[in-house]
Nanobody
Framework: QVQLVESGGGLVQAGGSLRLSCAASGSISSINFMGWYRQAPGKQRELVARITSGGSTNYADSVKGRFTISRANAKTVFLQMNSLKPEDTAVYYC???????????WGQGTQVTVSS
């Protein structure tokens, strides 16, 4: 149906930057939201950032001013992460939501580790 594949995670020092990419494939509507969620050990999965097909964005308060979400097209999304902090350490998941059906699709996750 729909598959999402993330890339760009890794290990960085505090204050560093990473750029995550997500590529979707399959039966994808051009009208969708794409976003990034993260989950740290012992915590719930939380929304980091999302972007609509029209380019509107929203961010978690904890990443505002540091992270930027963008998309190249209906099936490709990026997350530029700057000024990384140890508390950003988590598995980051790409998400696609069909705005009509409300179906959600998830990537396998990519580990981001920020050392102090």
């Amino acid at each position: 149906q729909v598959q999402l594949v993330e890339s760009g995670g890794g290990l960085v020092q505090a204050g560093g930057s990473l750029r995550l990419s997500c590529a979707a494939s399959g039966s994808i509507s051009s009208i969708n939201f794409m976003g990034w969620y993260r989950q740290a050990p012992g915590k719930q999965r939380e929304l980091v950032a999302r972007i609509t097909s029209g380019g509107s964005t929203n961010y978690a308060d904890s990443v505002k001013g540091r992270f930027t979400i963008s998309r190249a097209n209906a099936k490709t999304v990026f997350l530029q992460m700057n000024s990384l902090k140890p508390e950003d350490t988590a598995v980051y998941y790409c998400n696609l939501e069909n705005v009509i059906s409300r179906a959600n699709y998830w990537g396998q996750g990519t580990q981001v580790t920020v050392s102090s």
